[in-house]
């Protein structure tokens, strides 16, 4: 890809909100660094725009794009809502990358901490936007907040895994003027029966409770049954699903281990539990 281009795909993601579209354009080793964050590099970099996206609600506009085969630059403006006051921010950014084998492996962002801070923090920054301790504890603030973020990223990443494992996808969709969670996946007994349980205190009361009696040993197997009458008999080792009342125990529709339903289970609560 022409690196101009690459520049026009990485704030086209950016305006999009779409932060895989972003860190695509990153090399594996990417180095960034802004007045705000300071150095970043490898998988910091990119889950910062992660973190930024998934947290603020923001309006891009870049110009001037130019790009060699080894460097290039942009001047790009955001306007957002600063969330820790309320403030509306308008800033303006000129932007220095380096390429290497049609990937951003440097990209450094310059603009006026002062201004910055002025419309950030008003009177307060106005004051003390041009001081390096005022500086060093944004720095701190947004340096914390990402290690929040990517403290929560490794705790789901073994759900992540179960959810390819099974190539299960959670999404949201409209039916008849409402939005419904659902799951979708090549295993329909699963989803069937999952998607009968759309509710945390149904899934933690009617699902976990039992997995877990079974998992600790105090219930040698339970069979639970859907209102869309899925069978899931739930043993130490496996799980199995049954479509039919008349079902042949011998002849599951589908099985997993167990210890991977709870898995999908928690991954379904998390999904059904935010809003």
Request: charged residues 25%; hydrophobic residues 40%.
């Given at each position: 890809?022409?690196?101009?281009?690459?520049?026009?795909?990485?704030?086209?993601?950016?305006?999009?909100?779409?932060?895989?579209?972003?860190?695509?354009?990153?090399?594996?080793?990417?180095?960034?660094?802004?007045?705000?964050?300071?150095?970043?590099?490898?998988?910091?970099?990119?889950?910062?725009?992660?973190?930024?996206?998934?947290?603020?609600?923001?309006?891009?506009?870049?110009?001037?794009?130019?790009?060699?085969?080894?460097?290039?630059?942009?001047?790009?403006?955001?306007?957002?809502?600063?969330?820790?006051?309320?403030?509306?921010?308008?800033?303006?950014?000129?932007?220095?990358?380096?390429?290497?084998?049609?990937?951003?492996?440097?990209?450094?962002?310059?603009?006026?901490?002062?201004?910055?801070?002025?419309?950030?923090?008003?009177?307060?920054?106005?004051?003390?936007?041009?001081?390096?301790?005022?500086?060093?504890?944004?720095?701190?603030?947004?340096?914390?907040?990402?290690?929040?973020?990517?403290?929560?990223?490794?705790?789901?990443?073994?759900?992540?895994?179960?959810?390819?494992?099974?190539?299960?996808?959670?999404?949201?969709?409209?039916?008849?003027g409402r939005y419904h969670k659902?799951?979708?996946?090549?295993?329909?007994?699963?989803?069937?029966?999952?998607?009968?349980?759309?509710?945390?205190?149904?899934?933690?009361?009617?699902?976990?409770?039992?997995?877990?009696?079974?998992?600790?040993?105090?219930?040698?197997?339970?069979?639970?049954?859907?209102?869309?009458?899925?069978?899931?008999?739930?043993?130490?080792?496996?799980?199995?699903?049954?479509?039919?009342?008349?079902?042949?125990?011998?002849?599951?529709?589908?099985?997993?281990?167990?210890?991977?339903?709870?898995?999908?289970?928690e991954a379904w609560l998390n999904?059904?539990?935010?809003?």
């Amino acid at each position: 890809m022409d690196n101009a281009l690459l520049i026009q795909k990485f704030y086209n993601s950016f305006a999009a909100g779409d932060s895989a579209g972003m860190v695509d354009c990153y090399a594996d080793d990417i180095e960034f660094q802004d007045p705000a964050f300071g150095p970043l590099k490898g998988e910091h970099a990119k889950n910062m725009w992660r973190m930024l996206l998934k947290t603020l609600g923001i309006n891009i506009t870049v110009s001037n794009i130019k790009a060699d085969d080894q460097t290039g630059s942009a001047d790009w403006v955001a306007e957002y809502i600063f969330s820790l006051t309320g403030k509306k921010v308008v800033n303006k950014v000129h932007a220095d990358f380096i390429f290497n084998n049609g990937k951003i492996i440097r990209h450094t962002d310059y603009f006026s901490f002062w201004k910055w801070a002025s419309q950030a923090f008003s009177f307060k920054g106005i004051l003390l936007g041009w001081t390096p301790l005022m500086k060093n504890k944004v720095r701190e603030q947004a340096l914390a907040r990402l290690g929040k973020f990517e403290n929560e990223i490794n705790k789901l990443k073994p759900q992540n895994a179960i959810l390819n494992k099974y190539k299960i996808q959670f999404t949201n969709e409209e039916f008849l003027g409402r939005y419904h969670k659902l799951i979708r996946s090549p295993n329909l007994p699963l989803d069937m029966f999952l998607e009968d349980y759309n509710g945390a205190n149904l899934i933690q009361e009617f699902v976990l409770s039992y997995l877990n009696s079974v998992l600790l040993g105090e219930e040698e197997e339970v069979t639970l049954v859907s209102q869309t009458v899925i069978f899931v008999r739930i043993t130490f080792n496996l799980t199995y699903f049954y479509q039919d009342f008349d079902y042949n125990i011998e002849k599951p529709d589908f099985l997993l281990p167990t210890l991977d339903f709870k898995q999908i289970v928690e991954a379904w609560l998390n999904y059904v539990s935010t809003k």
